[in-house]
């Protein structure tokens, strides 16, 4: 079933997929789910958001391809760090947008 794996691929990003996914415990958190999303181009659909956490110097603006609810439902997953969910999505083009459970992320209004 989808909340036990550990690897779940789709190919698109929907927000009710966020809810099935598993987010570890406090004591394991590595056992939260990555979520692997397939998507037809990056960075010129979707949302513009700002991320910021570790790994990313300062703050970046980019666009996600997904909805403003898919970004509220996955900030929520990722809300009692070090529990949450990794996100990953890959176009037709072989390019990868990966947003690890610690990227906080703003919707750019």
Sequence with gaps: PAG????????HA?????FQAKIGTAEKPEHGATLIFKC???LTKG???VLSGPGIEAVDTTTVPVDVRFIEQLNRKNEQF??????F???EQGQLLGLPRTTQIEVKS
């Design 14 to 18: 929907e927000v009710d997929f966020l």
């Design 47 to 49: 949302t513009r958001v």
């Design 82 to 87: 070090p529990m949450g969910v990794d996100v």
């Design 4 to 11: 036990e794996a550990d690897y779940i691929f789709f190919d």
């Design 89 to 91: 999505f890959i176009d």
């Design 40 to 42: 037809e181009a990056l």
